[in-house]
């Protein structure tokens, strides 16, 4: 079955500064890779996604980078505030239906 | 439009014992699916509903089940609970269509097995 791995695993930048976290997946098969963020106690919600016919894909200071050859893609916010800290999680989906295999989740603090 | 919706919130159990979680999804979404949460391991992936049938299914033992009935409304239970079974379950659901989308979680059910 598909295997994504996140990292970092824990990420702490300055307010102002770039923040990326990658991700990589396994199956080929895998065409949708929504990214998830996860503030304390709340639910996962859906901040930006992109299928595998797009290489990137940008929504103000969040954007993702997928590289379909090398199996990898990437979360890059810039102008971080420190509304952004919370946990973000990548997923891949190798089908049609709503089955996601998620990373292991990447807490990110930025410090005022 | 009201979100999705899992009851009960938090619950205690022993092992042994058997639990069951439901959860509402949004109104006019017809895919419901299960995640097991816990620190470290992220989100694992339990099993998809879709118009009342399983639609996928992950690699979790059979002691994991779920079904979904016409409302899509669905349950998921767990017999025979175990130490490890001790996780936050969140329930998702998608807009209709059978493409992969957007999923929209509840809260979750936390569940504390001693």
């Known amino acids: 079955g598909e295997n994504v791995e996140q990292h970092p695993s824990t990420l702490s930048v300055q307010e102002g500064d770039s923040a990326v976290i990658k991700c990589t997946y396994s199956?080929?098969?895998?065409?949708?890779f929504p990214w998830y963020k996860q503030e304390l106690g709340k639910r996962p919600q859906l901040i930006i996604d992109?299928?595998?016919?797009?290489g990137e894909k940008k929504d103000q200071r969040i954007a993702v980078t997928l590289n379909k050859t090398a199996k990898h893609f990437s979360l890059h916010i810039t102008e971080t505030q420190p509304e952004d800290s919370a946990v973000y999680f990548c997923?891949?989906?190798?089908?049609?239906?709503?089955?996601?295999?998620f990373g292991t989740g990447t807490s990110l603090t930025v410090i005022p | 439009k009201a979100g999705v919706t899992q009851t009960p919130r938090y619950l205690i159990k022993t092992r042994g014992q058997q639990v069951t979680l439901s959860c509402s999804p949004i109104s006019g979404h017809r895919s419901v699916s299960w995640y097991q949460q816990t620190p470290g391991q992220g989100l694992q992936f339990l099993f998809e509903y879709f118009s009342e049938t399983q639609r996928n299914k992950g690699n979790f033992p059979g002691r994991f089940s779920g079904r979904q009935f016409s409302n899509s409304r669905s349950e998921m239970n767990v017999s025979t609970l175990e130490l490890g079974d001790s996780a936050l379950y969140l329930c998702a659901s998608s807009a209709p269509g059978t493409g992969t989308g957007e999923l929209f979680f509840g809260e979750g059910s936390r569940l504390t097995v001693l």
């Open positions: 997923a891949a989906s190798p089908n049609t239906g709503n089955q996601f295999y």
């Open positions: 992109i299928r595998s016919n797009v």
């Open positions: 199956d080929s098969a895998s065409n949708y």
